[in-house]
């Protein structure tokens, strides 16, 4: 299980690395402008305040000028959890789906170690990437904090850190299911990002539609976002909601791997 | 007792034909060979096997032990040369190599370079540089280099040149050697004539027949042909059933004959036959022969 695990990440190191740069580069241009808002917070306050309600609650603006409303609007409402979404989502999508398309699965399962092994290291590597880039960011905003002099709590950092994993780990899991059923990379990329989206999308408009309010307890996004993490600590409900989910999805990715006809190029 | 035993395995997928009541036995120390035109079953009968897609219905058993249930254990003791010498681009042959060993918790690095200097592969170049020929050597590589009781080898010698080929039919002759059932499936006929025991013909998911290529030969359809003192007119065999494609030129007789060839040979030297020729089928000839009976 180990060879696998080292495996997986060894064929995934490049993304891996460009998905840290990507996310450090964004955590570090978005928090390099905070100074000029805080600077300048009345004035900002007063000038967000003249936006349309329906913008402010759809990218939930509310006390934007500070650490938290800043941190959770800019990065922890969206670009963290998407960036952790695309990783444990590529790897997770490639997980079977990979093996099957390039013809290597047919040597690999016939080799001493059981599918449902193969795939729970797999799952091991891909959780793992979405742990360790989601505290890449966390101590990427703990060294700019001091920098750019915001206030926020470490815990609260964790708190959104910790929602942000959730969240990754969800998706990691819809990524692994998508690709035991499918034996397409492309696809289960392309639906996990689709559903990704969409629950984004859901839940950002429903602070403005009450037609989605029957749906919103079903939304992943809500799950992990709106017991906003910055401001009120974890969420231990909704990140339990996510983190059940996502077991759920591998568990039955497993299960269909595990009696799935694997097909060849 | 088989090394591996099929007993009426089918395989659908859904309507369509993968394979049907298949069955056969390969036993220790013996190269089976199966043959078949492109869509013929022989792939979906290793797979099978191999539980890489499941039965529809029918049993099998490598080893003595039930091939169409998940066994970690049973797969220790095969190797397994895909069609597709699908490997991890991203990997040194030797690196690929080490993580299938370490797969099977075996250190084989010995085997490896032994196996390599062999071939002819340098073991340092990565497989995405590597030719068609020298990354199914690597694929060769890794299905003997733990030395299995049970060989499946799909299309093995395909992209490889004859020197290297040759030293792929030294190796296939150590395994057997050693006592290693091998089940070799080729559309290079004069491949599995030269290296197999016995074969199995597939056509459209079924077998047409299990035999040993010398007794296939000895029932198969022979050309024979007779030259006589005087002109002969082809009537003169009209009685005799198991001939055809009977030519006649003035006092030269050919045609086919196929399973016991006394009745004819008595009835030529009656007519005044003074000499025979007799041409032997090729493996190819039979296969042939059987598809188009089909």
Same mark, same amino acid.
């Given at each position: 299980m180990i060879a696998l695990y080292v495996k997986t990440w060894r064929d995934h190191w490049r993304t891996f690395f460009a998905w840290s740069l990507t996310l450090i580069t964004l955590i570090s241009i978005q =928090?390099?402008?905070?100074?000029?808002?805080?600077?300048? @917070?009345? %004035?900002?306050?007063?000038?967000?305040?003249?936006?349309?309600? %329906?913008?402010? @609650?759809?990218?939930? =603006?509310?006390d934007y000028t500070s650490g938290p409303g800043f941190l959770s609007t800019e990065l922890y409402s969206m670009m963290i959890p998407l960036v952790l979404i695309a990783v444990g989502g590529t790897w997770g999508a490639a997980a079977t789906a990979e093996e099957e398309d390039e013809g290597t699965a047919d040597l690999l399962l016939t080799l001493p170690i059981s599918r449902s092994r193969i795939l729970i290291s797999k799952m091991f590597a891909a959780i793992s990437v979405v742990i360790v880039l989601a505290f890449l960011g966390l101590l990427n905003v703990i060294v700019l904090r001091g920098v750019v002099d915001m206030e926020i709590e470490t815990a609260k950092l964790l708190a959104g850190t910790i929602s942000s994993i959730a969240i990754g780990l969800f998706f990691t899991g819809v990524a692994f299911l998508i690709g035991a059923h499918s034996r397409s990379k492309g696809v289960a990329i392309g639906v996990v990002t689709g559903v990704a989206l969409i629950t984004f999308l859901i839940y950002s408009l429903s602070a403005l539609v009450d037609d989605f309010d029957p749906i919103m307890p079903y939304n992943p996004m809500q799950w992990g976002l709106s017991g906003m993490p910055l401001f009120e600590g974890v969420d231990v409900v909704g990140s339990l909601k996510l983190v059940a989910g996502g077991l759920v999805a591998m568990i039955w990715a497993i299960m269909k791997f595990d009696r799935k006809d694997i097909s060849t190029p | 007792m088989s090394s591996v035993h099929l007993d009426k395995l089918s395989k659908f997928y859904g309507n369509t034909v993968g394979i049907v009541e298949v069955s056969f036995d390969v036993y220790p120390g013996e190269v089976f060979g199966i043959l078949g035109p492109n869509g013929a079953g022989k792939t979906t009968a290793i797979r099978t096997l191999l539980g890489l897609i499941k039965a529809t219905s029918g049993k099998a058993t490598i080893l003595g032990r039930d091939a169409l249930v998940p066994n970690v254990e049973l797969r220790e003791q095969i190797g397994y040369l895909p069609g597709i010498a699908a490997t991890y681009d991203r990997y040194t042959a030797r690196g690929?190599?080490?993580? !299938?060993?370490?797969?099977? /918790?075996?250190?084989? #690095? #010995?085997? !490896?370079?032994?196996?390599?200097?062999?071939?002819?592969?340098?073991?340092?170049?990565? !497989?995405?540089?590597?030719? &068609?020929?020298n990354r199914q050597k690597v694929s060769v590589i890794q299905a003997f280099m733990h030395k299995p009781q049970v060989l499946f080898l799909d299309e093995p010698t395909s992209g490889l040149d004859p020197i290297v080929q040759r030293e792929f039919e030294k190796l296939l002759h150590e395994s057997k050697r050693r006592g290693a059932a091998i089940l070799l499936s080729s559309h290079v006929l004069s491949e599995v004539e030269h +290296?197999?025991?016995?074969?199995? !013909?597939?056509? &459209?998911? &079924?077998?047409?027949?299990?035999?040993?290529?010398? /007794? +296939? /030969?000895?029932k198969a359809r022979h050309r024979i042909e007779f030259t006589f003192s005087r002109q002969i007119a082809g009537e003169d065999f009209g009685q005799n059933t198991n001939i055809s494609e009977i030519e006649v030129e003035e006092n030269r007789l050919s045609c086919v004959v196929r399973g016991s060839q006394r009745e004819l040979l008595t009835r030529a030297v009656e007519l005044g036959a003074f000499e025979v020729r007799t041409q032997e089928s090729s493996l190819e000839e039979i296969f042939l022969d059987l598809i188009g009976a089909k």
């Open positions: =928090m390099s402008i905070y100074p000029s808002i805080s600077e300048n @917070k009345e %004035a900002l306050q007063g000038f967000l305040e003249s936006y349309p309600e %329906a913008i402010r @609650k759809i990218f939930r =603006m509310q | 690929y190599l080490r993580f !299938i060993a370490s797969m099977r /918790k075996m250190n084989l #690095d #010995d085997e !490896i370079e032994n196996l390599s200097t062999r071939l002819d592969l340098d073991l340092d170049s990565h !497989i995405h540089d590597l030719s &068609k020929g +290296l197999a025991d016995r074969i199995a !013909i597939f056509f &459209k998911g &079924k077998i047409l027949v299990v035999d040993e290529i010398s /007794k +296939l /030969k000895e």
